[in-house]
């Protein structure tokens, strides 16, 4: 009986009110996306896209080829002539409205992702930044840049050149032939083929003047290597300056000159050198040359070891073996050389009590050159 009755009312139902239902029907699932055409709605980009793709199956279920309003359409044609037109008006009205309400929230929801992207891939320039952890010279090569400026400002020319050396250059053209007893302390490692790491800056000395000839004024910094077992004072590997003064008329006044206008600058006008005869195969005369100490200036102090003086290095007039290895004629020329530590002095000015700090690399420690 139920059904019968229905029956009866979906046959005689109005076709305005088909539309009406169909309109009510889109009000009621519309209702949730309403909100997006408002002002200060907060969504993230996923629930916008998502609701982005919904609306448009609502667009599919509502306007598309099996919705109502298509339905009403194909009625338009079946109602009463007298009633076409307005029902024919109220189709097109329902639809348009529907049509509009829809296009107004997906483009309210296409304006919120294009927000809400640009969000996320906004930069805070309010945020601080992650400030990144400056590097800063070590300080061996903060103390081989004070002494090369003192040296380029005197006139001589900064060299660099090989570690691994032949014997020639290491042993023989600094005078100091195969069995020579200099040769032991230097003791060094090395390679095959008669190849070794070179055991002092002196083999510069050699290349310096077989490439310049005479005259020639320059100094070498670099690395040398010696077969020490590392202790507070000593290290397998560790830096040297060499330093050539080779012209005609050079004599060992301008040894003490030159080597006393460099502590001078390096550590205080009133810093006094003191030149104490030695020996060293590739010079001759020889001296080892020590200065006042830059902390007591003389009386005596922990850094000094109570004496007032501190070793520089050693230094002499260039032997004439030496010219003449080099192909420069003693007979016109004279040098001086001279060669210093400069973790040696490093480990002096700042005081380190092992020599061994400034080679293990230990950020604690170097932090505090910064
Ligand atoms: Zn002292």
């Known amino acids: 009986m139920g059904s019968s009755k229905e029956e009866i009312t979906v046959a005689e139902r109005n076709p305005n009110q088909e539309v009406e239902a169909a309109r009510e029907a889109f009000e009621r699932e519309f209702e949730r996306f309403a909100r997006f055409t408002g002002s200060g709605v907060d969504i993230s980009l996923n629930d916008a896209n998502t609701e982005q793709r919904a609306l448009a199956e609502l667009r599919t279920k509502h306007l598309g080829k099996k919705s109502a309003i298509a339905g009403a359409k194909k009625l338009i044609g079946k109602v009463a002539p007298e009633e076409r037109a307005s029902f024919g008006q109220l189709v097109q009205q329902t639809e348009g409205s529907i049509a509009q309400r829809i296009d107004e929230a997906e483009q309210s929801l296409k304006s919120l992702i294009e927000a809400a992207r640009i969000e996320r891939e906004r930069i805070d320039v309010t945020i601080p930044g992650r400030r990144p952890r400056p590097g800063h010279l070590h300080p061996i090569t903060l103390m081989r840049q004070r002494i090369e400026d003192i040296f380029v400002s005197l006139g001589y020319a900064v060299e660099d050149d090989r570690e691994i050396e032949t014997d020639f250059y290491n042993f023989d053209a600094l005078n100091i032939p195969e069995g020579h007893p200099a040769r032991d302390p230097q003791d060094t490692f090395y390679t095959t083929e008669g190849f070794a790491l070179r055991s002092q800056t002196s083999t510069v000395q050699i290349h310096a003047m077989q490439r310049r000839g005479a005259p020639v004024r320059m100094i070498a910094p670099g690395r040398v290597f010696r077969r020490d ?92 073996n030496v010219l003449r290895a080099a192909n420069v004629d003693p007979g016109e020329f004279t040098g001086f050389a001279f060669g210093l530590g400069i973790d040696r002095t490093c480990a002096r000015i700042y005081q380190l009590d092992d020599i061994r700090l400034l080679f293990e690399n230990d950020v604690r420690f170097l932090e505090q050159f910064r």
């Open 229 to 320: 077992t590392p202790d507070p004072t000593h290290n397998p590997m560790f830096f040297q300056v060499e330093g050539l003064c080779v012209d005609r008329g050079i004599t060992m006044a301008h040894l003490k000159g030159t080597l006393a206008e460099f502590v001078h600058r390096l550590f205080g006008p009133d810093t006094k050198t003191r030149f104490r005869p030695s020996y060293f195969p590739f010079t001759e005369p020889s001296a080892e040359v020590d200065y006042s100490c830059f902390n007591c200036g003389g009386p005596g102090c922990r850094i000094c070891k109570w004496s007032g003086w501190i070793e520089l290095g050693g230094s002499g007039m260039v032997h004439p």
